[in-house]
């Protein structure tokens, strides 16, 4: 199996794929700081790994960001905001499977097949050749370390040899390239015969019988949920910030707290020359050890870098590197720049994993600290947030502790933390408002100590620093509407009704005669009915709606002379449908594009469904323990 999967990954289609859940992977936050060096906190374990919690926020916040349109307009109750947090889990989830995967299938690069892997991408190429100088800045904008880039590229990699190993047997035989595109670019012709419901609601008359008859044998399609009103004392973080007003002295003192968050690091930057070890090791040390002395003896460096450094991209500009951040280097590179003190000093020749380096400190840019006047406008709302959330604890515990000690009144633990008892407006089991959109809530609202007892509840969490406490004020139990407050609906269904029977029975009336080769002429004079031509339409047609087109494609090709009859049904109303003809797509007149992509459809559909189906199949037998409860908004 191992070499079918090393073989599979020679197929484009598979890189493309990989490439595609790689870019996820970084995206959501997957390859994070986090991930290497692992975090206690987790918010689920699978087969004994963990997924930390600031794994799952990094994820979160990007995931949130990226789709922030769909965020904005679907996730707009506590419900629905705990779902999308739960989608962003699964997918983690899932990744942390596919990693594990690849590791239980002894899927591995070595050092050199790694370092050949980056050197042979484009990215990492100018005019053809490798640069380090590339990789450095890449790390720089990224903020990523030498070791976390590796690792993305590794499982890049294994990723591509698992995918391919699982699908590498799929393939597509041209008959069946063929037969796909013959079906899928079918044209059909035949003719339809339309009774749209609302043709037989015209005459229609209802009595006041035939009304009252329908309103007792669909009695419970009139029937009102049962509801309720709450009273109810609302905490949360939000609510108290904005009545926190903190002193000049308090605002001084957080920020002499939270100083270091202020200080710039020092910035360093770097220029090298890079001696490649293609030619052997010795060569390149050698080379090295005299540019070292060259240097030593006052040559200029970047005139050295210019006509030395194998590294030509950088070796135009005196083999200027830019600022790098710690863990930009290899650690043996990182180890020498480390005791470089002054700019312009330079280090000895450095082994690294592609030769030999020489690093030059160029500049030294000094940290500094900003000054409070220009952050304080950042942190005058984090002490607002701070202080908020210190009351929101202290009134919390009160809270809890007086709704349960005068448990028929919310009136003690309102005095007591300070907040107003609010009273909704009545509602039941399938509201949409507020915060009674929260099942919790509900829940709480029509059980049997709120509603029977009528205690008060217990305090309800509806996400972080958020908390209410609510008890019964009014009930309404579930009835049936009279019929006089619903006799214009009762009225408008049973025309519906009437007029969908009336409908039906024509259509089956037609097809019956049509099958037993009568004529239906009559009937279609005295319904005003009349045939449309179907003329070669093709399956993406607007001539039908869509669930009549995709009857009409399932009926069976009629023999030479013979018709094809069925009827469909959809909100308009019914069809009676003909097919006399299916023209099948030409495969001779297909160009080559198309039927490779007939070809690369098929094998990919195929290949995907194997791949899902393996990463499912995992998915189903991990063993995985998911902590909700530390999930945060």
Same mark, same amino acid.
């Given at each position: ?108 690069? %070595? ?14 190429? !100018? ?11 890449? $790390?720089?904008?990224?903020?990523? %370390? ?19 190993? =699982? ?15 013959? @079906? ?26 035939? @009304? ?29 910030? #904005? ?8 605002? *001084?003192?957080?920020?002499?707290? #939270? $100083?270091?968050?202020?200080? %710039? ?19 390149? +040390? ?8 060259? =240097? ?28 790098? +951040? ?31 380096? =020489? ?23 984090? !002490? ?53 959109? #929260? ?20 305090? =309800?969490? +509806? ?30 269904? +049973? ?30 004079? *005295? ?13 993406? #047609? ?34 009676? !449908? ?49 902590? $909700?409860?530390? $999930?945060?908004?």
């Amino acid at each position: 199996m191992l070499e079918n999967i090393r073989e599979g990954v020679k197929k484009p289609w598979v890189k493309v794929v990989v490439f595609v859940i790689v870019i996820s992977f970084v995206f959501a936050g997957y390859f994070s700081s986090s991930f290497f060096l692992g975090d206690p906190n987790a918010v689920a374990v699978v087969n004994g790994e963990s997924i930390s919690q600031s794994e799952f926020q990094r994820a979160y916040n990007n995931f949130k960001a990226r789709r922030a349109d769909f965020y904005n307009a679907n996730v707009k109750t506590e419900e629905d905001e705990r779902n999308f947090q739960e989608n962003v889990l699964q997918q983690l989830i899932t990744m942390k499977v596919t990693e594990q995967s690849t590791n239980e299938l002894g899927l591995r690069l %070595s050092t050199n097949a790694l370092r050949k892997v980056i050197q042979t991408d484009p990215n990492y190429q !100018l005019d053809g050749k490798y640069s380090s100088g590339l990789v450095d800045q890449t $790390l720089a904008r990224a903020q990523i %370390s030498r070791e976390a880039f590796k690792s993305i590229y590794a499982n890049q990699e294994t990723s591509q040899q698992l995918i391919g190993g =699982i699908t590498g047997t799929e393939f597509t035989l041209k008959s069946e390239a063929q037969s796909d595109y013959e @079906l899928m670019s079918q044209k059909r012709s035949g003719k339809v015969l339309k009774l749209d419901f609302e043709k037989f609601k015209a005459g229609l008359e209802i009595g006041e019988d035939d @009304l009252n008859q329908y309103y007792q044998d669909n009695q419970e399609a009139f029937r009102i949920e049962e509801k309720v009103s709450v009273e109810y004392v609302e905490l949360s973080v939000d609510s108290l910030q #904005n009545a926190q007003d903190p002193t000049e002295e308090e605002v *001084e003192t957080y920020y002499q707290d #939270n $100083l270091s968050r202020f200080r %710039s690091e020092e910035q360093r930057q770097y220029s090298h020359i890079l001696i490649l070890s293609e030619d052997g090791e010795d060569e390149a +040390l050698a080379k090295a050890t005299a540019i070292s002395e060259r =240097i030593a003896k006052g040559e200029d460096f970047a005139e050295i870098a210019k006509s030395e450094s194998d590294d030509a991209p950088t070796a135009e500009v005196g083999g200027d590197l830019g600022i790098l +951040l710690p863990g930009s280097l290899e650690e043996s590179a990182e180890e020498a720049v480390a005791k470089l003190v002054n700019a312009g000093d330079v280090t000895q020749p450095i082994k690294i994993e592609d030769g030999y380096q =020489i690093l030059k400190l160029t500049n030294l840019i000094e940290g500094n600290v900003q000054p409070l006047e220009q952050v304080k406008a950042e942190l005058v709302p984090e !002490l607002k947030k701070q202080k908020a959330e210190e009351i929101f604890h202290a009134k919390a515990e009160l809270l809890k502790e007086k709704s349960f000690e005068f448990a028929d009144s919310l009136s003690e633990a309102a005095t007591a933390t300070e907040l107003e008892v609010k009273t909704s407006n009545l509602f039941g089991q399938s509201s949409r408002e507020g915060i009674f959109a #929260n099942q919790t809530v509900k829940d709480a609202a029509f059980s049997t100590d709120v509603k029977d007892g009528l205690l008060n509840s217990q305090p =309800i969490e +509806l996400g972080e620093n958020h908390i209410v406490v609510l008890r019964l004020k009014e009930h309404k139990p579930s009835e049936i509407q009279p019929l006089e407050e619903v006799k214009d609906r009762v009225r408008n269904n +049973l025309i519906q009704s009437r007029a969908k029977q009336a409908a039906g029975d024509l259509a089956n009336t037609l097809l019956t005669k049509l099958k037993a080769q009568e004529s239906i002429d009559e009937l279609l004079t *005295e319904n005003t009915l009349s045939w449309t031509d179907l003329d070669k339409i093709e399956r993406n #047609n607007a001539s039908l709606s869509y669930t009549t087109n995709q009857q009409f494609f399932k009926m069976p090709t009629p023999a030479e002379g013979e018709v094809s009859l069925e009827m469909a049904e959809d909100y308009q109303g019914f069809a009676v !449908l003909m097919l006399s003809q299916v023209e099948k797509g030409d495969w001779s007149k297909a160009d080559d594009a198309n039927k490779k992509q007939r070809e690369l459809y098929i094998s990919s559909y195929f290949a995907n469904a194997g791949y899902s189906a393996f990463i499912e199949n995992n998915r189903k037998n991990a063993d995985v323990k998911r902590n $909700l409860g530390v $999930l945060s908004r």
